[in-house]
């Protein structure tokens, strides 16, 4: 059974960085592709970075392009996104996706607060 598992999430200041994690187990498919979500209170769930497994990568959106990086480790099956001047609208709960074989996998999420 897939499973998705998000970490490092935290409380921290408006200019600092944060890497979260999502670790994939169980996935036997050589070709997925790896998202990370986010969804702040009264707000939709957004798209905020897409990497396949041949680490191609989407464009992010305007609003984290140029200080969010999505990245993979193959051997891992881990997904991580580099959070660097993190402001406070940033702050939502982030979730991993895994898209693979015409199925997905969403993690539980993990809490990003971004506060002074």
């Known amino acids: 059974q897939v499973q998705v598992m998000e970490s490092g999430g935290g409380l921290v200041q408006p200019g600092e960085s944060l890497r979260l994690s999502c670790a994939a187990s169980g996935v036997t498919s050589q070709s997925y592709d790896v998202s990370w979500w986010r969804q702040a209170p009264g707000r939709e769930r957004e798209l905020v970075a897409l990497?396949?497994?041949?680490?191609?990568?989407?464009n992010y959106p305007a609003s984290v392009r140029g200080r969010f990086t999505i990245s993979l480790d193959n051997t891992k099956t881990t997904a991580y996104l580099r959070m660097n001047n993190l402001k406070r609208e940033d702050t939502a709960v982030y979730y991993c996706k895994l898209a693979f074989s015409g199925r997905v996998r969403w993690g539980q999420g993990t809490q990003v607060t971004v506060s002074s």
């Open positions: 990497m396949s497994s041949d680490h191609r990568v989407a």
